[in-house]
């Protein structure tokens, strides 16, 4: 298998992107690389700093005296922003309310992907996103574009939620999960879109390990 071979699986939010990326490249040894919690640590960093969030020279500045670093121990995903671990700070509310806006700034997103880019270099590696198939990484051999239906995909949060004992409506969910898309889908620069190539794959009836079964199977077909 070639030695640099990448995994691109983009999608909508809620998807099921990152916990079949995570599958993926544990089953294969593959780094798995969730560009999303990028976004999300410099989100959380701007709100601390009470920056505004429309401001992408300002979102630029701050990213470029911060660093963030994903580290895969123990089969879990820490994120350390500057040294410190924001692992679940980025998954506050206030941060997934306002990432996509965070996310839209060209300035912002030309160095996340060069971060994202160095971080793939470092070998086989399965990276989750919005655009890795389109403009992170349009050479990847292989390209998923993951879907559910949105009320599928509110259900799936609200149990994960309710698991967490997080209070939540699954209205509000639906609505949150439909606006961030929208952002994402409309935004000027490197959009949330299904790449030409890319294999589209619906999640609404199938399990987790049924989604990286075909994953998996579409890696082998190509390698063979
Ligand atoms: N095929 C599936 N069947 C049932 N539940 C699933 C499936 N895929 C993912 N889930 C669950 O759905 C929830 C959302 O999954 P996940 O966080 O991986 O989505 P995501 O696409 O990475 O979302 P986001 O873009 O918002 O970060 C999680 O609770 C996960 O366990
Ligand atoms: N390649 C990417 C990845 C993420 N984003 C933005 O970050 C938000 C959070 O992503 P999650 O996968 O952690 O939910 C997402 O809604 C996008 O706004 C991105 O733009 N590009």
Redesign the pocket.
Known sequence: MDEKLKIAID??????????AKLVAEQLSFLYIDT?AMYRALTWAAIAAQIDLNDGERLRQLLDETTIRLSNEDNKLNVYLNEADVTQQIRQNDVTAHVSLVASHELVRKEMVERQRQLAQQGRAVL?GRDIGTYVLPDAQIKVF?T?SVEE?AR??F??QQAKGMESSLEQLKEEIARRDNLDSTRAFAPLKKADDAVEID?TN???E??AAKIIELVKERTR
Do not use: F, M, N
């Open positions: 999608g909508p939010a809620g998807a099921g992107k990152s916990t079949v999303g989750d993951l559910a995909r799936r949060r149990e994960e999640s199938l399990s987790i049924e989604v």
